[in-house]
Structure formats: structure tokens, C-alpha cells
Nanobody
Framework: QVQLVESGGGLVQAGGSLRLSCAVSGRTGSRYAMGWFRQAPGKEREFVAAISWGDSTTYYGDSVKERFTISRDTAKNTVYLQMNSLKPEDTAVYYC???????????????????WGQGTQVTVSS
């Protein structure tokens, strides 16, 4: 069974930074692409960033380009989301997700991902 556990969320002032982590366990030795999504109250789930297996190709949602960076440490089975220049509109619950079916192909579509974490709250005050 695969388990994803996010950490690193919290309260930060606008302009500040946070780094989220997502630790993946289970299915040792398998390859997977990873994505980050977020959901604010009353809004639909929004794609944030994704990273492929292998060459770690990355892809970002338009609202976070140039501010957020996704990376992975394969040895630690951990994916990170470095968030800089945070804005109040970045406030949301952030989820990480794993795609084991097409590990080398990244996608912004939630239905492509097989496993999800429980989410971590990020709140940006103005």
C-alpha cells in the first residue's frame, strides 16, 4: 500500500516562503511521477506543479510559475515544493499525489494520479 504524507504547511506573511515536503512509502523500487495540487474553500482543486521520474521534467500552473519550485530526492522518496513570494491567494490545502502508471509523463490532471496525501494547510496573511 502506498502512503503519502505532507508536511511543512503553516501560517506565513505575504512575501514569505515555505517548503512543503511529501514523503512516499510503499511499493519500494517503483517509479512514479509526482504532483502538487491545492484547494481553497469553495474552489475546485487546482494544479500547482508536477515532476516526472527519470530526468525530473517539471511543469507548473500559471499562477505559481517563477515563484514555486518542485524537486525530488529519489533516495529519500521525498518530493518538495519550495514556495517563495507567497500571496494571500495561495492560501489553500496543499496535496501531493503520485502517478505510478506513466512515471515519465507529467500531467496537470488530477485523475491521472493514483495516490494522494491527506493535505497540509498553507495560510498566507496580508
Amino acid at each position: 500500500q502506498v502512503q503519502l504524507v505532507e508536511s511543512g504547511g503553516g501560517l506565513v506573511q505575504a512575501g514569505g516562503s515555505l517548503r512543503l515536503s511529501c514523503a512516499v512509502s510503499g511499493r519500494t523500487g517503483s517509479r512514479y511521477a509526482m504532483g502538487w495540487f491545492r484547494q481553497a474553500p469553495g474552489k475546485e482543486r487546482e494544479f500547482v506543479a508536477a515532476i516526472s521520474w527519470g530526468d525530473s521534467t517539471t511543469y507548473y500552473g500559471d499562477s505559481v510559475k517563477e515563484r514555486f519550485t518542485i524537486s525530488r530526492d529519489t533516495a529519500k522518496n521525498t518530493v518538495y515544493l519550495q514556495m517563495n513570494s507567497l500571496k494571500p491567494e495561495d492560501t489553500a490545502v496543499y496535496y501531493c499525489a503520485a502517478d505510478y502508471r506513466l512515471a515519465w509523463v507529467i500531467s496537470p490532471i488530477p485523475e491521472r494520479y493514483d495516490y494522494w496525501g491527506q493535505g497540509t494547510q498553507v495560510t498566507v496573511s496580508s
